[in-house]
């Protein structure tokens, strides 16, 4: 009997223990590959694959992924708002996908959609590269089992980076892709990453395997000759340096690259079960005079602390920003130039985590009278 490619021979026990101990949830479309991650993911671990495998079947079963493809409609909002894109395979077959974050608006995902609709929609566009796999094996005559993913992370904010409902529900999409889609990526591209990415890559660390991150590949704005390596050319867009533009010439192929768009605080159906600052323990009111400014310093005692902060405004004429005071003193760091937020809809909250002691900044400028609530 063949094995899998990269099965060890001393792996090949582990690999028929686990088929035994699942046999009673077997099916037809269950190959040797499918075992394999499952083995990969838990480090051949019998007990534990066979738990994670049992979750995923359960997980399945009850959010309906085995007829997702045919039964699902995404939903407007998803739909017109989640930045996505198809280019293509690349030169080993593996499915490649593309995901713009400058418009991809987490937070306001949070505050407009229930969590289980975006997990739905993540589960149904995995699914949907999974049927690709598929079609490049059927198409190539070699097992297609793993997909690409490039991030372009150009334009996203520190403020949208770090908004704590944003990471909460960033982090959910990982622990969803972690649990049911094990070892089905080969690489993750992170390009046009700026200065502060590591910092907030760090949130997301704990809910990703070492062998996940091992696949991660960060790249500034020099990521062009990376994805022509791994891309052809006429697959790769022409904005990301390939050769590929839309019938009528469009560079930026939007008739397949979604690049998403802000969600208008209108939508945010979900703000009325925010709970104002104004009504919990340990808040304070920073009275900001018209056309002028306050710093608030917090202090961040040892390497690798977590910054935190939350605060709402009764107007939203407010403009924030964030830098780093250095343990001299005197050198600041800016971290996120003062941007206008919609703190008087909802409460506007941040985190990450500081790889270094010293002061952050939160500076307030006001262009109104305003009261600002702050914890």
């Not at 993913?149 to 990471?167: E, P, R, V």
Request: with cysteine; hydrophobic share 35%; net charge neutral.
């Amino acid at each position: 009997m063949a094995y899998p490619r990269g099965l060890r021979k001393s792996a090949v026990f582990f690999f028929f223990q686990l088929k035994e101990a699942v046999a009673d949830v077997h099916r037809p479309s269950y190959d040797d590959y499918y075992y394999l991650r499952w083995l990969r993911a838990r480090e051949f671990d019998v007990a534990k694959a066979e738990t994670m495998m049992r979750k995923n079947l359960a997980y399945r079963n009850k959010i309906g992924a085995d007829t997702i493809l045919e039964n699902y409609k995404v939903p407007e909002l998803i739909d017109k708002c989640y930045p996505r894109g198809y280019l293509g395979p690349d030169k080993e077959g593996c499915p490649v996908r593309y995901m713009p974050f400058k418009n991809l608006d987490l937070r306001g995902f949070a505050y407009s959609v229930k969590k289980s609709d975006i997990l739905k929609f993540l589960t149904y566009i995995f699914e949907k590269d999974i049927e690709e796999m598929e079609e490049l094996s059927k198409k190539t005559g070699k097992v297609i089992e793993k997909h690409c993913y490039i991030l372009d992370i150009d334009g996203y904010t520190f403020q949208q980076a770090t908004n704590k409902d944003s990471i909460s529900l960033l982090n959910d999409i990982v622990k969803l892709y972690e649990a049911h889609y094990p070892e089905r990526m080969k690489t993750a591209y992170f390009i046009n990453t700026p200065m502060y990415f590591n910092v907030v890559l760090n949130l997301s660390k704990p809910f990703l395997s070492e062998t996940t991150l091992k696949k991660f590949y960060i790249y500034g704005k020099d990521f062009k000759k990376a994805l022509l390596n791994d891309i052809d050319a006429e697959i790769l867009p022409k904005f990301l340096g390939g050769l590929r533009t839309d019938p009528d010439g469009n560079p930026m192929c939007e008739s397949f690259i979604n690049f998403g768009s802000l969600i208008s605080p209108e939508k945010y159906v979900l703000k009325n079960a925010v709970t104002s600052l104004k009504e919990e323990e340990g808040v304070s009111i920073i009275k900001v005079p018209r056309l002028s400014h306050r710093v608030v310093n917090i202090d961040v005692p040892e390497v690798n602390s977590t910054v935190e902060w939350v605060f709402e405004t009764s107007t939203n004429d407010i403009a924030v920003g964030y830098y780093f005071q250095h343990e001299n003193g005197k050198d600041l760091e800016e971290l996120l130039s003062p941007e206008r937020v919609s703190s008087h809809l909802v409460p506007e909250s941040g985190s990450f985590v500081c790889d270094r002691p010293g002061i952050c900044k939160k500076y307030l400028h006001v262009f109104s009278s305003f009261n600002n609530t702050k914890r």
